[in-house]
């Protein structure tokens, strides 16, 4: 080794050495340069605890390294001079403003939340270049897929940037034409009903015919599910292309499938590696069968009815697999077989509750039919998540089991996602009966996060006005006992005369997993009051304010999977009630109701059957007056006006109605046979019911009549960007001459 080398290698190895030595001088002073924007007390506050201290050059590279950190600085340089410390330090610009230029479809301040970029972040290129990319991309979502941004820095002092975002939006880019290529099966509108991507038409003016780029896999999910619904099995996309036109108005789809051949189901197997069971009855319990077209939709429902067999005998970690084998293409046959590892038996550790930030964990724990320490049971979690979605206080719920290292223990986690449950909402609508419908509310239906649900609420039309306070606690001290109490006045204007209403209603009951009872009381104050110099049949009532004290009893069950818009379940529901616990009416009321929805076809269509029968009866010889009567609305039967159906007075021909009661109905609806981003469903229904009997028959026509009235109809229910609307025709097959008609019924309206 030359003396040259030993020489460098000496003093690199010295410096080394000497750099991890403080100083000869202790710090007194602290000096720092070069900042315009960062406080020099900031910067002093780092290196404060150096003062009166020799430092040594592994704590000036700590300085240098802890003030980067904080990025704020493009440069830092640290030394000492004498007894004084240098800071030297060049600041990073930083984003003061944003001005857009050329927008007219979003607003500046929703483009200020899509470039992600608030004011005094450090300045970064990449922080500009994704904010250009996020403002192109809900461009193209809007529409406009051609949308172009440029961006133009202007500096500032104090190491500031002003960011100027020139938008040229473009025309709206729309699908011309959706093409198809090689089916043969079904034609090319029925596929174009299929996939979310639309043609441009007149009746899609609200975005529906919108290119979305991320359309094209969805696109081919639906082919492929509408294809393995109908037996094929083979059914391949060889291409999916968009073109874009010349003149870069919008795009043609050009979609080339392969179909592939048709095939029935030969046979159908079950197997499993634990539990004995009978594979007969085993197939016996599937969906899909012997003989059927092979459906995916069968396949994954028997796939999910083993799981929840295996689950509700404890096996929480079922893995059902299917196979398709024996194909034979030439006469379109195959067998399909199941074959299920259960594994082991399954205990519940513990119950995971997330996403919560609001409601409390009891108010979700409380409807959970499992605990800690319980075998496990797929049934019961199923019925659990229901009742939790029942709630209506998230926009989600999900579970999931997990494994916790033990063999025979499973975790539960329970993950919902909140949504607003106060909400203040305000209706204005028409109705062809009820002719112009006005609403005001305000509704918390999960105070506190406890669950308690109070409600205040206004409606008004032109026959009808009603107030109404209410509150209800679902789970009092905690058991599954609830609470309930309401305050209203109500008034009924018809053609003959006018009811005022007003009092309270309180209630105590049961209500469990669907399952329900309920006591309650109510008072109400009425007056009738006639506005016709022709009517008969008040009289004796006009002008007398008569109270209705009653107590009553109902119980029944609710296992509908939505209360809105329910596709499955059922409901049965009795009461009784008896008025005379103090005040003037004397009588028994009875009611009975069923209602059962049947899903079809997975879903695509939905079969419901209603009932309701009823009667109210005097006690000790009292009159039940006109305003404890029952009366039918144009729902009731639908082809017929309100109080178009029962006992009508014989000087004015308006219905005053009746003692005893009974309707019916079944209605068959699908949203199959129309475009589903258009959210159409139409139906097809027939009701029937009667009206008879009144405590006051002179001068009233059809008291005694309970001859069945019968209506067939159609309906359209349409879910527009302006509010739900409904088109309903009906016309009577068997009524009597002294009954009224609607044959068209049509209401829109809207809340916020």
Same mark, same amino acid.
């Given at each position: ?255 080339? +499938? @392969? $179909? #592939?051949? !048709? ?7 079950? *197997?499993? =590696?634990?539990?004995? %069971? /009978?594979? &007969? ?58 074959? +299920? @590892? $259960? #594994?082991? !038996? ?7 509750? *997330?996403? =919560?930030?609001?409601? %409390? /964990?009891? &108010? ?389």
């Amino acid at each position: 080794m030359s003396l040259t080398r030993i020489s460098l290698l000496f003093f690199l190895l010295f410096f080394q050495i000497s750099s991890v030595f403080s100083s000869e001088v202790a710090i007194k002073t602290i000096k720092i340069e070069g900042n315009q924007r960062i406080s020099s007390s900031y910067i002093s506050n780092i290196v404060k605890n150096y003062i009166g201290k020799k430092i040594t050059n592994i704590q000036i590279n700590k300085i240098t390294k802890e003030l980067f950190t904080s990025d704020y600085f493009d440069d830092v340089l640290v030394n000492q001079n004498e007894e004084t410390l240098v800071i030297k330090v060049i600041e990073k610009p930083i984003f003061s403003d944003f001005v857009f230029q050329g927008n007219e479809f979003f607003e500046d301040e929703q483009l200020v939340e899509i470039i992600n970029i608030k004011k005094r972040d450090t300045f970064n290129q990449k922080k500009i270049i994704t904010a250009v990319n996020n403002i192109k991309i809900e461009y193209s979502k809007s529409g406009r897929y051609f949308a172009k941004v440029t961006v133009k820095e202007e500096k500032l002092s104090q190491s500031r940037v002003k960011l100027y975002f020139l938008i040229e939006e473009g025309e709206i880019t729309k699908v011309n034409r959706i093409n198809f290529v090689g089916n043969k099966s079904f034609s090319d509108s029925k596929l174009k009903g299929v996939i979310s991507t639309k043609e441009a038409s007149f009746f899609r003016i609200f975005g529906g015919s919108l290119f979305k780029s991320e359309n094209i896999e969805i696109d081919k999910s639906k082919l492929k599910k509408f294809y393995k619904t109908r037996g094929y099995v083979d059914f391949t996309i060889l291409s999916y292309r968009r073109d874009l036109l010349q003149d870069y108005s919008g795009f043609n789809i050009n979609i080339i +499938v @392969d $179909e #592939g051949k !048709k095939y029935k189901i030969n046979q159908v197997s079950v *197997s499993n =590696n634990i539990m004995k %069971l /009978d594979k &007969v009855d085993l197939t016996n319990d599937l969906t899909v069968k012997k003989g059927d077209f092979y459906d995916v939709r069968a396949v994954d429902e028997s796939v999910k009815l083993l799981n929840d067999l295996f689950g509700e005998k404890g096996f929480s970690f079922v893995d059902v697999k299917t196979n398709i084998k024996n194909k034979n293409k030439e006469k379109g046959l195959l067998d399909l077989a199941f074959y +299920v @590892d $259960e #594994g082991l !038996k399954s205990y519940v550790r513990n119950i995971n509750i *997330s996403g =919560n930030t609001r409601t %409390l /964990d009891y &108010v979700i724990r409380r409807e959970i039919l499992l605990f800690e320490g319980d075998p496990f049971n797929s049934q019961k979690l199923k019925q659990s998540m229901n009742a939790i979605r029942r709630l209506a206080y998230f926009s989600s719920a999900d579970v999931t089991l997990s494994k916790t290292g033990i063999p025979n223990e499973v975790d539960i986690n329970v993950k919902v996602k909140e949504k607003l449950t106060g909400s203040f909402s305000f209706g204005i609508g028409y109705d062809s009966v009820e002719k112009t419908q006005f609403s005001v509310g305000l509704n918390e239906n999960n105070f506190l996060g406890r669950g308690l649900k109070t409600r205040i609420s206004f409606t008004s039309s032109s026959k009808s006005t009603k107030y109404n306070v209410g509150i209800t606690q679902p789970y009092f001290q905690d058991l599954p006992l609830y609470l309930s109490g309401d305050i209203f006045d109500e008034t009924i204007e018809q053609t003959d005369k006018d009811i005022d209403k007003s009092g309270f209603q309180s209630g105590i009951g049961f209500n469990r997993k669907g399952y329900f009872n309920k006591f309650t009381y109510s008072y109400t104050l009425s007056e009738t009051k006639s506005t016709s110099t022709t009517a008969t049949s008040t009289s004796g009532e006009e002008g007398i304010e008569i109270i209705t004290s009653s107590i009553g009893y109902s119980v029944g069950k609710d296992t509908r999977d939505n209360f809105m818009n329910p596709s499955s379940g059922e409901v049965i529901k009795s009461k009784i009630g008896l008025a005379g616990v103090g005040g003037d009416a004397k009588f028994i009321d009875l009611q009975t109701q069923y209602k059962k929805y049947i899903p079809f076809e997975y879903g695509d269509y939905v079969l419901s059957f209603s009932g309701k029968v009823g009667m109210i009866s005097s006690i000790d010889d009292e009159k039940v007056t006109s305003s404890n009567r029952v009366y039918f609305n144009s729902k009731s039967i639908r082809g017929f006006d309100s109080n178009g159906v029962g006992p009508r007075d014989e000087g004015n021909s308006i219905g005053v109605g009746g003692n005893k009661f009974y309707t019916g109905s079944v209605e068959m609806r699908t949203k199959k046979f129309t475009p589903e981003d258009l959210g159409i469903e139409i139906g097809v229904f027939t009701d029937f019911g009667s009206l008879w009997d009144t405590d006051y028959p002179t001068n009233v026509k059809g008291v005694d009549d309970s001859s069945p009235r019968i209506t067939a109809g159609a309906s359209i229910y349409w879910n527009t960007v302006l509010g739900p609307l409904s088109f309903i025709w009906a016309w009577p097959v068997i009524d009597e001459s002294y009954d009224k008609e609607n044959n068209f019924k049509f209401s829109i309206g809207t809340s916020f």
